[in-house]
């Protein structure tokens, strides 16, 4: 291969990437692949758990109404996956004033969110979906 | 044959160690899993050729972390190893050091030399953003400085100084569920550099003497959180008038079993060294995470 034609392929390759990156033909695919809601109320109940074991953020949960907790998020990441769910929840950034939430704690977050996601036999597909979402939410929750 | 036993030695060395140490370790680091890269041949984090915006290991903004590494890459007639090693402070910062030794294993009984090499000081700082969460992706500028450790050939055929510093500026995206639902790495570096087969044949020459800009681009796509499938393409200055320098790309596959350990192999293709054409060959890099 010349130089110039590796180049193309690379800039074609790049610009398919971003033909692809546009949401999946079902508005609620997402929804479905997670479980419904019931789903996500059992994959949230496990990140739960891992939470509270996680050295790295669980005081920042320490005085949460559990029950709460677990309806709203559970509402959220319905919502937000597209099922038919509205969160009641305050606002992210309410939630997070003053926490001072840091990068090492979303991270833990996030991580402790995947292995709950592949616990409760999630998709590759599905997790990265949620993900793609979720980060979204990053500068609301972090360093508030 | 001696160079397999002389560095596999090492190579089995390490992976023994990482392996009995796991379960006494920490956890290297917050960051979720390889998106600290894993480590080129110069030593910085990114692909194998192409230094990317993410730093070395696994800190966090509020965690130290590093990596060592060993890799080889044969290709027809050289073989080139390195070992290196980086450290990243609080994400913010990364300092790293490598040592390449290419043995030139045709060309040796020609020129009276068994091999060429330079030690390679990197520190890289990221600017701005993250790689997962910020919209514009990641931005990191980094230095390479280099030093020859013996200067006889590269004089010989004409280069210029045994020393020379490489500046880079890198930005790397990660794009969520972006081809087939998986997710996609795309790095974009820009070089200044003098350096003749990346500092091996020394920097500057009688054809160029100048910096030259030079753009280097990777992406990889994660199959799933352990396995990414990639390549690079890493645009070189062509500086020596006794034979032309190509540019280097690769493909690679990369094994992220947990934080601790990764495993490269990739298909190189470092075309014309020294006179001696289509140099292709195989990739081999395992890194350990701390």
């Not at chain 1, 003053?98 to 977050?109: D, H, R």
């Not at chain 2, 200044?192 to 753009?215: E, I």
Request: hydrophobic residues 40%; aromatic residues 8%; contains cysteine.
């Amino acid at each position: 291969m010349t130089t110039l034609l590796r180049v193309s392929v690379l800039i074609s390759v790049m610009a398919l990437v971003a033909g692809c990156a546009t949401p999946g033909p079902s508005e609620d695919s997402l929804y479905q692949d997670l479980g419904k809601r019931a789903g996500i109320a059992e994959m949230v109940e496990d990140l739960m758990y891992r939470i509270v074991e996680d050295d790295r953020i669980a005081f920042q949960f320490k005085d949460i109404d559990v029950v709460q907790f677990h309806t709203n998020l559970t509402d959220q990441l319905c919502e937000l996956s597209g099922g038919p769910c509205t969160y009641t929840g305050r606002p992210m950034t309410d939630v997070h004033d003053g926490m001072n939430v840091t990068e090492t704690q979303f991270n833990a977050l996030a991580e402790q969110l995947v292995l709950a996601m592949e616990d409760n036999g999630i998709s590759t597909s599905a997790q990265n979906r949620l993900l793609e979402r979720l980060v979204e939410l990053h500068p609301q929750i972090t360093h508030r | 044959m001696t160079h397999c036993s002389n560095h596999g030695a090492p190579v089995l060395a390490l992976v023994a160690g990482l392996t009995l140490a796991t379960p006494a370790l920490a956890d290297p680091g917050s960051r979720l899993w390889a998106t600290g890269g894993v480590t080129t041949i110069e030593g910085s984090a990114g692909g194998g050729l192409v230094p990317w915006a993410l730093l070395a290991g696994y800190a966090s903004d509020q965690e130290w972390g590093g990596t060592v590494t060993l890799s080889r890459a044969e290709v027809d007639d050289f073989t080139l190893n390195v070992t290196g090693a980086a450290l990243n402070w609080h994400n913010r910062v990364e300092v790293s050091i490598a040592r390449q030794t290419l043995d030139l294993d045709t060309l040796g009984a020609t020129l009276g030399e068994d091999e060429l090499s330079q030690d390679i000081f990197g520190i890289k700082a990221r600017l701005f953003g993250d790689v997962l969460y910020s919209d514009y992706g990641q931005w990191s500028l980094g230095l390479q400085h280099k030093r020859q450790r013996d200067f006889d050939i590269p004089e010989a055929i004409g280069a210029d100084d045994d020393q020379g510093t490489d500046v880079y500026l890198s930005g790397s995206k990660l794009f969520f569920a972006a081809v087939a639902d998986r997710n996609l790495l795309v790095n974009a570096t820009v070089r200044g550099t003098r350096a003749n087969q990346g500092g091996l044949l020394g920097f500057g020459g009688d054809r160029n003497d100048s910096y030259k800009a030079m753009l280097e681009t990777s992406v990889g796509l994660f199959l799933n959180r352990s396995w990414i499938a990639g390549a690079e393409y890493r645009h070189k200055p062509d500086n020596l008038g006794f034979a032309t320098e190509d540019d280097w790309w690769d493909a690679f596959v990369a094994w992220v079993p947990d934080r601790r350990v990764s495993v490269t192999a990739a298909w190189t293709d470092l075309g014309d060294i020294a006179g001696l054409e289509d140099q292709r060959g195989l990739y081999l890099s395992l890194q350990g995470s701390f």
